[in-house]
Nanobody, 117 residues
Framework: QVQLQESGPGLVKPSQTLSLTCIVSGVSITANYYYWSWIRQPPGKGLEWMGAIGYRGDTHYMASLKGRTSVSRDTSKNQFTLQLSSVGPEDTAVYYC?????????WGQGTQVTVSS
């Protein structure tokens, strides 16, 4: 069974870099033809796709976040990571990792990240 689990700090200070990891089990992140995404939901708002990494290691980002977002992977640990730089209060959200690029069939449970000094 495919499972995803996010991990990372729940509190980040403004201007710092947020780093979250998604540990995947039940399938290799290099298996054809899967993509692995980061999605967030700010309080009171809808889901927002942030970026993804593909089975070949290719990366894709939402245009408005492209300069601040980086998605990478560690195939030896079967996990992928989100880094979001220069965070501000607007980056407070529940962050999810999921399998897919436009549609998602497996999700992590989500992790709350609050940006505050």
């Amino acid at each position: 069974q495919v499972q995803l689990q996010e991990s990372g700090p729940g509190l980040v200070k403004p201007s710092q870099t947020l780093s979250l990891t998604c540990i995947v089990s039940g399938v290799s992140i290099t298996a054809n033809y899967y993509y692995w995404s980061w999605i967030r939901q700010p309080p009171g708002k809808g889901l927002e796709w942030m970026g993804a990494i593909g089975y070949r290691g290719d990366t894709h980002y939402m245009a408005s976040l492209k300069g601040r977002t980086s998605v990478s992977r560690d195939t030896s640990k079967n996990q992928f990571t989100l880094q979001l730089s220069s965070v501000g209060p607007e980056d407070t959200a529940v962050y999810y990792c999921a399998r897919g690029l436009l549609e998602y069939d497996f999700w992590g449970q989500g992790t709350q990240v609050t940006v505050s000094s």
